[in-house]
């Protein structure tokens, strides 16, 4: 499997990047369209999105309690990597579509509701 991978894998994962690329844009639009003042970019080498969310001037633990106990999803927070992470979330987009989508709804309404 391993051989096979390297020999034959190319096609898999030139749509494999493109998937990914496509969920990372994603969240970009959804981002640009709800919260401007953060002009994400999409990130060049990965699939996990970090939101720099200091702008909204969200408190980070209501925000993280808002989105596990109300709005049932767990976004990794910044914090958990270090103080220079506060403030903002670790997004993964590594996951099919309809899943990331949901995760943004929770994400919006939990932030618009700060």
Same mark, same amino acid.
């Given at each position: 499997?391993?051989?096979?991978a390297?020999?034959?894998g190319?096609p898999?994962?030139d ?9 990372l844009?994603?969240? #970009?639009q959804r ?6 003042q953060?002009n994400?970019?999409?990130p060049?080498?990965t699939y996990?999105?970090?939101?720099d !969310?200091?702008p909204l001037?969200?408190?980070?633990k209501?925000?993280?309690?808002a989105?596990?106990?109300q709005? #049932?999803v767990?976004?990794?927070?910044g914090?958990?990597y270090?103080e220079?992470g ?7 987009a590594?996951?099919?579509?309809d #899943? ?6 929770k994400l919006?309404?939990? !932030?618009k509701s700060?």
């Amino acid at each position: 499997a391993h051989i096979a991978a390297y020999r034959e894998g190319a096609p898999w994962l030139d749509e494999l990047r493109d998937y990914l690329f496509a969920n990372l844009d994603y969240i #970009k639009q959804r981002l640009d369209a709800e919260f401007p003042q953060l002009n994400w970019q999409v990130p060049e080498s990965t699939y996990l999105a970090w939101i720099d !969310l200091n702008p909204l001037n969200i408190d980070d633990k209501a925000l993280q309690h808002a989105l596990i106990t109300q709005e #049932k999803v767990a976004i990794m927070p910044g914090y958990t990597y270090g103080e220079e992470g506060r403030g903002f979330l670790r997004l993964n987009a590594g996951c099919p579509r309809d #899943k990331l989508a949901a995760g943004m709804d929770k994400l919006i309404h939990a !932030l618009k509701s700060r």
